[in-house]
């Protein structure tokens, strides 16, 4: 790949490495790095006025000039004590032996961090700014790239493409909706003049995202219809499943079957979302579907977003088709591989769940007639299009995705447009109601005291943390202190699992603790989907006020799937955020919980932005206004499919439109 990166002042080989670990290998990456927030110095704080957790914006006189400390756990830091005309407070910085004596009494500095009041008014790990800014981006940055240095490589990435910048919309949407120029967009993005100039910029962006996505989704779905599909027979796939089932349909599971049965005894393909509620029993619809492809004589793939996730569906399958399934992730060794291939392409396995592993160059199939896409939003419309494109001769396999993440329903028919959904909303009969309570932070230790008492007397628990490790920027409570404290702490088996850990130790560790091997299992948000531990029935969020609620219900439905009471407690460290995270005390109720998430949080939470890096969006991250969301997809399915040149954009920005003939 060309790149210009090595141009750049200040940009080393080592800088570079870290920029490509981002995704960025040229100056044009550079600038679709939008801020992930904003340092507003126009809004400051006083001392006086801070509460616990509130990221602050502060004017600060140095009292006495930062030097080392060690704290009682024996890790080296560095404080400093400033003041404003309201008072005193500490700034303090892990890792950072290089702010010591960096700034003299008496020097002004403005000071950004989150305020910590356990121990007396604290701003941790603040950037400090020596002249007063006025709006400051903040990026998501990795080890080796400070807030500092990627403003000015983006500076220098503007300036070099300045002339080279083109318009992106025709001039008569432009005028006609008042949006920004592009270029003007990208340039307040990165360098904000006024609150006001940023929301224009995210509408113009969003604007055109949604636009072009939207018009995707419609030429996706006349590729899709024009196709032709095996029409299945269902008849005996019902009675033949709930003969191995432990448990009896419910009346919802009922209805949405009888919708998928509907979509595949057709010659059409089927493409059905269906949304449903933590532990409202999809998969059980997904193995009817795979069910009456295999008992036709067809394959099925089935893909799924994580390793635990694909384990735990494919030990699902089993029961019903034993070795007629296969297992395919990253963590299949080479000649396993090799061996199902061959299988799968004789047709000698019917039915294949995986990981982005089924995405690879290599694995062709004899006659696939459905695809099942697990957990929707961490997988895009073209990553679909890979399975899709494996048909054989002409004929276009079935497509089912599920998607665990309740999402209001006009804001579903932006992102799912190409799709018919069902909603699954009944809970399975004996499914137990979770009681959530908000624990304050006077109240932790005692609390990890009762979480003993329950382990001992066989009970297991989650403690969920926003991160890995403390390192960060702006860090918070991470994965590896609390597993340290808890381990010191408690006298139960503790075990410790996240991303980093490779694939064997992370399937270890959560049959260890599906054995009651481990008692108290300390991870990331990695267990929020394919952990099904039924004796598990307490669920800790520490930090609970980094994650939005629509998460947290998703972390909370890991628990009260056995018979036992289940509790979830939620750990903020910000007064302020109690009330939005009374929301989840007061209701069980996804759909309810996501229409809060996307009043308090925006649109561009659901819609995903690149965190997972499947989305085709590339600009909704910004917290987009719900009210441009909706009007870009009035206008595209209005009138804009007249305009010859965005639907050539669309064909280039997505790569699931193959077929240009039909715009012929």
């Not at 910048?165 to 003007?184: D, Q």
Request: charged share 25%; with cysteine; proline share 3%.
């Amino acid at each position: 790949m060309n790149s210009d990166l090595s141009k750049f002042k200040g940009l080393g080989e080592k800088r570079i490495k870290s920029l490509n670990s981002m995704g960025i290998y040229s100056s044009l990456d550079l600038l679709k790095l939008l801020p992930k927030s904003y340092i507003d110095f126009t809004k400051e704080n006083k001392v006086s006025e801070l509460q616990d957790g509130d990221m602050a914006a502060l004017t600060l006189t140095v009292e006495f000039s930062p030097k080392f400390a060690r704290t009682f756990a024996g890790r080296t830091m560095v404080i400093c004590k400033a003041k404003d005309d309201t008072g005193s407070i500490i700034l303090y910085w892990f890792n950072q032996p290089y702010m010591a004596g960096k700034y003299e009494e008496g020097q002004i500095i403005h000071a950004y961090g989150r305020i910590d009041t356990k121990n007396g008014k604290r701003l941790a790990s603040p950037i400090i700014f020596l002249e007063k800014p006025i709006i400051v981006p903040l990026y998501r940055i990795k080890k080796g790239i400070s807030q500092t240095l990627m403003r000015k490589i983006i500076a220098q990435a503007l300036t070099i493409n300045k002339e080279k910048f083109e318009e992106t919309l025709p001039n008569e949407i432009v005028k006609k909706y008042s949006l920004m120029s592009y270029y003007e967009a990208i340039h307040e993005l990165h360098f904000p003049t006024s609150a006001e100039k940023i929301k224009l910029a995210r509408k113009r962006l969003v604007f055109e995202d949604i636009l072009l996505f939207r018009i995707a989704q419609r030429l996706a779905r006349q590729i899709r219809m024009d196709k032709s599909a095996i029409a299945l027979d269902t008849n005996k796939v019902l009675e033949f499943m709930q003969s191995r089932l432990k448990f009896t349909l419910t009346d919802g599971q009922k209805q949405v079957i009888s919708e998928v049965k509907a979509d595949i005894e057709k010659p059409t393909p089927m493409n059905r979302l269906i949304q449903g509620d933590v532990g409202s029993g999809k998969t059980v619809i997904a193995i009817y579907a795979m069910l009456s492809a295999g008992m036709n004589g067809y394959q099925t793939a089935m893909l799924a977003p994580t390793e635990i996730l694909a384990n735990q569906h494919y030990e699902t399958l089993k029961r019903f088709v034993g070795n007629e399934s296969c297992l395919l992730t990253g963590s299949t060794k080479k000649s396993d591989k090799l061996a199902l291939y061959k299988k799968i392409a004789s047709g000698e396995i019917k039915y294949v769940v995986g990981t982005h592993a089924l995405l690879q160059e290599g694995i062709s199939f004899r006659n696939l007639a459905l695809i099942v896409c697990d957990e929707q939003q961490r997988f895009g419309v073209a990553q679909r299009a890979v399975l899709t494109s494996r048909q054989v001769e002409n004929v276009y396999p079935h497509v089912l995705v599920m998607s665990a993440t309740p999402i209001p329903r006009t804001l579903a028919l932006v992102m799912y447009g190409d799709l018919d959904v069902s909603i699954l909303k009944e809970m399975p009969y004996g499914r137990q109601k979770t009681q959530t309570f908000i624990v304050k932070s006077n109240k932790r230790i005692s609390m990890y005291e009762y979480i003993e008492e329950q382990a001992k007397s066989g009970n297991q628990a989650y403690i969920v943390c926003p991160q890995i490790d403390s390192d960060d920027e702006f860090s918070t409570i991470s994965v590896i202190d609390i597993f340290d404290e808890l381990k010191a702490m408690l006298n139960v088996p503790i075990g410790i699992l996240h991303g980093k850990m490779n694939a064997v130790s992370k399937q270890s560790t959560i049959e260890d603790f599906r054995n009651e091997k481990i008692k108290v299992l300390v991870s990331t948000s990695v267990i929020e989907v394919g952990v099904d531990i039924p004796n598990a029935n307490i669920m800790v969020i520490e930090s609970a006020n980094y994650f939005g609620l629509s998460q947290l219900h998703q972390l909370r439905g890991r628990v009260g799937r056995g018979n036992n009471k289940s509790y979830c407690f939620l750990l903020s460290s910000g007064d302020s955020e109690c009330e939005r995270l009374n929301v989840l005390s007061k209701t069980s109720d996804g759909f309810e919980i996501a229409q809060k998430d996307l009043e308090l949080r925006g649109s561009g939470e659901f819609l995903g932005g690149r965190q997972h890096g499947e989305s085709e969006l590339e600009s909704v991250a910004l917290k987009a206004d719900y009210d441009t969301i909706c009007l870009a997809k009035e206008v595209a399915d209005c009138e804009l499919l007249n305009y010859e040149k965005l639907k050539y954009k669309c064909l280039k920005k997505f790569g699931f439109l193959k077929d240009k003939n039909m715009l012929n």
